[in-house]
Structure formats: C-alpha cells, structure tokens
C-alpha cells in the first residue's frame, strides 16, 4: 500500500507481561516499512488528549523481557454503557467525535490498540465510524474468543505454576488447607491450568458454580487416605451454590461496567472453618496483580513479536475491524465483532474432562 505513511498504538486495560514485546515489533515492522508509528500513551485516554509523538527503534530498543508497558494503560471509555429497552447500548460521548479529530490531525492511516475485550470493543465501535483499527488481543484471563492465547496469559500462568510449588512446602509443613485466590473473571483459563500444572487438589472456576460440601468432601477423602494437607485453586469469579451461584464482589464499577471482583477466597475459607470437623486450618493467599507483574515468558514475548508484526501487515494490506488471532500456529486477522460475539471465552471442555478425570474439578 504505497501511500501508507502513519500508524498510531495504545495499550489499554490491564497491564501483562509481553505488551512491551509486540510494541517493540510493531516499531521495528513499521521501520522496515519506512512506516512511522505515533503512540499515545495510557490507552484510549492519550489520543483523546491528543498527545500522541512519535515512537521510535530508540523508544522500543531495550524493552523486550520487561513487563508491564512502556506507554501507561487506564480504563478509558469513550462510550457509555446504557440500557435501552432491555438491552445494553454503548452510547457515543463528546469524547468519540474528539478521537475521531485526533486521528485525523496525527495523520493516522491506522491505529493498533493492545488489549482485552474492552479495549477491542471501543475499538470495534471506532471502526464503524471510519477509523481503520487493527488490534491486539492482550490479557492474562485468555478469554478472547477468536485466539487460541492473548498476551500475557502464558506469563500469568507461569507465575500462578511456580506460586503453587512453594505453598505446597508450607501447606505440607503445617497441615493446613492453602486457598489460592487467582485472577479470572469469567473464565477460569488462570485456575484450571494453573491448577493443573502446579499440582492442586481443588480447582474452582467461574463456568461452573460449586457448593462448599462438595469442597468438604475433597478435603475429607484426601484426609482418608492419609493426606494430611490440601491445595485449593480458586478463581476470583467462581460461583458458590450457598450464594445463589453470586459472585462475591467488592463494590466498585470500573469505566465499563464491570464491578470489582474479590473475596471470594476468605469468603470459602470462613466456610470451610466453621466446619470445625475437618481439624484443618485453612489459610489464603491472594496472587491479584503478582500474576500481572514480571518479565514475559518466551512464548509470551515470541507470541507478542508475532502479533506486533501481523498487526502492521493486516493493516498495510487494507483490513480494518479486525485483530490478530492465533489459530492453531498461524496469526490471521480475526473480525473483532466475531471474537467479542464469543467474549468472554469460556475453558475448553477438554481441559475440564481432564482435570476431572483426576479428580480436581
């Protein structure tokens, strides 16, 4: 595409390892181009601001391992979610009409946002109004439909996996039952394969609700046969049958709707203590935003490098609406209105079959 002069990026939502790799790639494709990349910083909220400068091989050399990212995030929401005869409406504010004449006076012949389900959907909506938009799906939760994984989702669990070896020595030690608190608001990827490879002994995920006996009587058959100490897993948005399959909240209401999730982990834990004949103490440990934080692991940095590259190419070659996908090990371009159709994406039931099949969830 000959007249292609001028890409814009963001990073929106919440921080992974591995964006800082895709940035890295998205300048360095752009290079090679002679394509020159214009980054506003702290998601949605920089090009409404209309701070944008230009993000340089300078700005990127250096930032492949490290977490987090460079440009800031924030919540951002240009739209307001409304109710209109039942159903939810994104209503555009005054701040849609201000991005729209930021894209235009930067330049931008296209804009690549890096983040989760909220992220893409603003963007989503932005391209109905015209601006060409190709993202990249990032968050640790994996529940972006359309893409085998997101950013930093790999990281996450590597971090949940080594969290899990070293509360196995105290939970052993003091014969105690050690509750896992993990990220995973709708979708328990973080709990089920973070269970799995860290060695739980209860997995607890949002896409099915649970009740506290079922938990007892985990705990009281490993006591059967002599184990005297159990692992639990749970994801901050499972669903207790004895709260009518509620989730336990903390109140606030982010930008997009969403209200904070946590507690659940000292909510079963006062369960489980009040069973007084279980003569195990349960302790809990909230990974939150540890599971966030670090370098990306090589998959994660190889995936973000792969996705930054795409993404610069999906766009000189004309697609809009759409982010890049990992299907299988090819990245394509994923129509954004298909995978948020499919957003929030829940476990493949293969992986429940299998933890199952030993026992865990």
Not at 44 to 51: H, K, P, Q, Y
Not at 252 to 274: M, T
Request: proline letters at 4%; a negative charge.
């Amino acid at each position: 595409m000959g007249d292609f002069m001028r890409i814009g990026v963001l990073t929106g939502g919440g921080d992974s390892p591995g964006i800082n790799a895709a940035l890295r790639a998205i300048v360095r494709r752009a290079e090679a181009e002679n394509v020159e990349v214009i980054a506003f910083r702290d998601g949605w909220r920089g090009i409404l601001e209309g701070e944008g400068a230009p993000f340089t091989l300078a700005d990127v050399s250096g930032i492949l391992h490290v977490g987090g990212t460079i440009l800031g995030t924030s919540r951002t929401n240009p739209f307001r979610k409304t109710l209109r005869d039942g159903e939810t409406v994104w209503e555009a504010t005054e701040g849609v009409n201000t991005i729209t004449e930021n894209y235009a006076r930067h330049g931008l012949d296209a804009l690549v946002p890096i983040g989760g389900d909220d992220t893409l959907g603003v963007a989503h909506r932005l391209s109905a109004r015209g601006l060409r938009m190709v993202g990249i799906p990032q968050t640790i939760d994996n529940d972006i439909a359309g893409t085998d994984y997101a950013i930093g989702f790999h990281s996450a669990l590597a971090t949940v996996t080594d969290a899990l070896d070293k509360l196995h020595t105290t939970a052993h030690a003091h014969h105690r039952v050690l509750i896992i608190e993990v990220m995973g608001r709708d979708s328990g990827w973080i709990a089920l394969l973070g269970g799995l490879a860290g060695g739980a002994d209860v997995i607890l995920v949002p896409e099915h609700s649970f009740s506290v006996s079922y938990v007892e009587d985990c705990l009281r058959r490993r006591l059967d046969r002599g184990r005297r100490f159990s692992i639990i897993v749970i994801a901050e948005g499972a669903k207790p049958e004895e709260l009518g399959g509620a989730q336990v909240t903390q109140g606030e209401i982010d930008a997009f709707g969403h209200v904070q999730l946590g507690g659940i982990g000292y909510w079963l834990a006062r369960q489980l203590q009040a069973r007084k004949a279980l003569q195990l103490t349960p302790r809990v440990t909230v990974l939150a935003y540890l599971q966030r934080g670090g370098v990306a692991t090589p998959f994660d940095r190889l995936l973000a490098t792969r996705f930054g590259v795409a993404a610069v190419e999906f766009a000189m070659d004309g697609h809009t609406d759409v982010m890049t996908g990992m299907q299988g090990t090819q990245i394509v371009p994923v129509p954004l209105a298909s995978a948020l159709a499919g957003s929030p994406k829940p476990l493949d039931p293969e992986l429940i079959r299998v933890a199952r099949a030993i026992g865990l969830a």
